[in-house]
């Protein structure tokens, strides 16, 4: 990355400002006047494909807003292995905890491909919160989803054997469809990162399911459920 864009943080135009804080659904739902207050306060930086944002360890002081591209949060264990947590796609935003106090990162941020993020500094959030209450509810309406999912996340990883959590992973992204067909949204590996378990395993859980009848692998990522009863029971 530049090292001047990056120092200066002006590596785009208002534009492109606004175009940032109308994605976000914290903002977007603001009169046109406040958000333009809003983009008086974002900065755009660019980072390429395996560029961290931002390390674990690492201040925790601005909102990080996905403008363009893809961002994955993971952690690392005491023995290296990464553990993603999620995706971040354009709207998406990271680094929130920082509007509520001073605190360090304790995952990494990482763009997945060329990545432009928007970024607000918490002195600046914080005042957008007292003037604009309704921001701070769609941000504890986030934390709660956010709880929601790492709770369902922690539970299956104790509780549930490997194939019962792809096979739920597979339904959830199933809901987010209208018909019963969907694009995986991440590669093989990430999702063994996300649910716990190897690459190896996936391929492996898919081409069983497939055989039984219960899903059909397209290409490009894209998968059927065929046997939704059946994926359930596993």
């Known amino acids: 990355m530049d090292n001047t864009c990056h120092r200066n943080h002006e590596c785009s135009t208002s534009g492109s400002h606004k175009t940032c804080v109308s994605l976000v659904p914290i903002f977007n739902h603001l009169e046109v006047d406040q958000m333009e207050e809003i983009m008086a306060t974002v900065k755009s930086v660019p980072f390429k494909k395996g560029e961290l944002i931002y390390h674990a360890g ?45 605190n360090h990162h304790e995952s990494f941020a990482e763009a997945m491909t060329n990545t432009l ?46 194939e019962t959590r792809i096979a739920l992973f597979l339904v959830e992204c199933l809901n987010d469809s209208q018909t019963k067909e969907f694009i995986l949204p991440m590669s093989k590996k990430n999702l063994a990162s996300f649910l716990g378990t190897t690459p190896e395993t996936i391929s492996r859980k898919l081409a069983e399911f497939e055989n039984q009848g219960l899903i059909k692998q397209k290409p490009h990522k894209r998968i059927e459920i065929v046997n939704l009863d059946e994926l359930l029971l596993l």
Not at 68 to 76: A, D
Not at 134 to 154: N, V
């Open 58 to 102: 690492d201040r925790s002081d601005s909102l990080y807003i996905v403008h363009k591209g893809k961002v994955k949060i993971y952690r690392l264990s005491e023995t290296g292995k990464e553990q993603l947590v999620r995706i971040l796609n354009p709207g998406d935003f990271t680094g929130e905890l920082a509007l509520f106090h001073n």
């Open 117 to 162: 993020v928007c970024t607000i500094h918490q002195a600046d959030l914080q005042d957008l919160l007292l003037k604009y209450p309704s921001i701070s509810l769609k941000i504890l309406a986030e934390f709660s989803k956010r709880l929601d999912q790492s709770e369902k996340q922690t539970t299956r990883f104790a509780t549930e054997k490997v």
